[in-house]
């Protein structure tokens, strides 16, 4: 926000010099001013943080309604109690401490890696009949401008699902791709993991679809 008067006030540091426009602010800070406008950053502030929320609850809830391709993987009851078991850590397992991340439970990192590859197999003959609007509306994605992580199977799950999405959508041809045009500016981020590059759904289609230069 920019102030209206640009001039010098008339307090101890001189003669005030005014736009046409504006009031003139004294040399000398104005005890009023300052917590005026710190209490409209905290508003701006607490906005935000809701307007983010709202979103985040939405997403969910639209999600619990139309759940995606990918979401539908973990729904049914048995493959929730093979998650389940998957991500506990048994006495057997092998641990590992690595730079980044600290003391890490490899075995159990494996069977949640292997029941995720195993899910994702049975949707692989499901994704050449689906369309292009549907393709990219299975992506796992967060609105804009939040993003998020998933643990375990979820994780698995959510990376590799989006990849094999991607890839399908890669050889779809023009023809049918001209379908996301109206996806151009969309600013949804797609899950790439919690290493993975960033990547919008609008810079999905503007560059690695339709190959528009950057």
Same mark, same amino acid.
């Given at each position: 926000?920019?102030? #209206? /008067? @640009? %001039?010098?006030? +008339?307090?101890?540091?001189?003669?005030?010099?005014?736009?046409?426009?504006?009031?003139?602010? $004294?040399?000398?800070?104005?005890?009023?001013?300052?917590?005026?406008?710190?209490?409209?950053?905290?508003?701006?502030?607490?906005?935000?943080?809701?307007?983010?929320? #709202? /979103? @985040? %609850?939405?997403? +969910?809830?639209?999600?619990?309604?139309?759940?995606?391709?990918?979401?539908?993987?973990?729904? $049914?009851?048995?493959?929730?109690?093979?998650?389940?078991?998957?991500?506990?850590?048994?006495?057997?397992?092998k641990w590992e401490t690595?730079?980044?991340?600290?003391r890490t439970n490899r075995?159990?990192? +494996?069977?949640?890696?292997?029941?995720?590859?195993?899910?994702?197999?049975?949707?692989?003959?499901?994704?050449?009949?689906?369309?292009?609007?549907?393709?990219?509306?299975?992506?796992?994605?967060?609105?804009?401008?939040?993003?998020?992580?998933?643990?375990?199977?979820?994780?698995?799950?959510?990376?590799?699902?989006?990849?094999?999405?991607?890839?399908?959508?890669?050889?779809?041809?023009?023809?049918?791709?001209?379908?996301?045009?109206?996806?151009?500016?969309?600013?949804?981020?797609?899950?790439?993991?919690?290493?993975?590059?960033?990547?919008?759904?609008?810079?999905?289609?503007?560059?690695?679809?339709?190959?528009?230069?950057?």
């Amino acid at each position: 926000m920019k102030d #209206a /008067s @640009n %001039k010098r006030g +008339a307090g101890k540091g001189g003669t005030a010099v005014l736009w046409p426009v504006g009031r003139t602010w $004294p040399a000398l800070p104005d005890r009023e001013r300052w917590p005026n406008m710190t209490r409209f950053l905290h508003l701006l502030a607490m906005l935000l943080l809701l307007n983010g929320c #709202a /979103s @985040n %609850k939405q997403q +969910a809830s639209e999600e619990s309604e139309h759940p995606s391709i990918l979401d539908k993987l973990l729904l $049914p009851s048995d493959v929730v109690a093979r998650v389940k078991a998957a991500e506990c850590d048994l006495p057997t397992d092998k641990w590992e401490t690595l730079s980044k991340i600290g003391r890490t439970n490899r075995s159990r990192c +494996a069977r949640e890696g292997s029941l995720g590859i195993e899910l994702l197999e049975k949707i692989k003959p499901q994704l050449p009949g689906m369309s292009v609007r549907k393709l990219l509306d299975s992506l796992k994605t967060f609105p804009y401008p939040g993003y998020g992580s998933f643990d375990g199977v979820e994780y698995a799950v959510y990376q590799g699902g989006n990849e094999m999405i991607i890839e399908e959508l890669k050889r779809r041809p023009k023809s049918q791709l001209a379908a996301l045009t109206p996806f151009r500016e969309d600013r949804r981020a797609i899950w790439t993991g919690d290493s993975g590059p960033p990547l919008s759904v609008g810079e999905l289609v503007r560059y690695d679809l339709f190959k528009e230069p950057y």
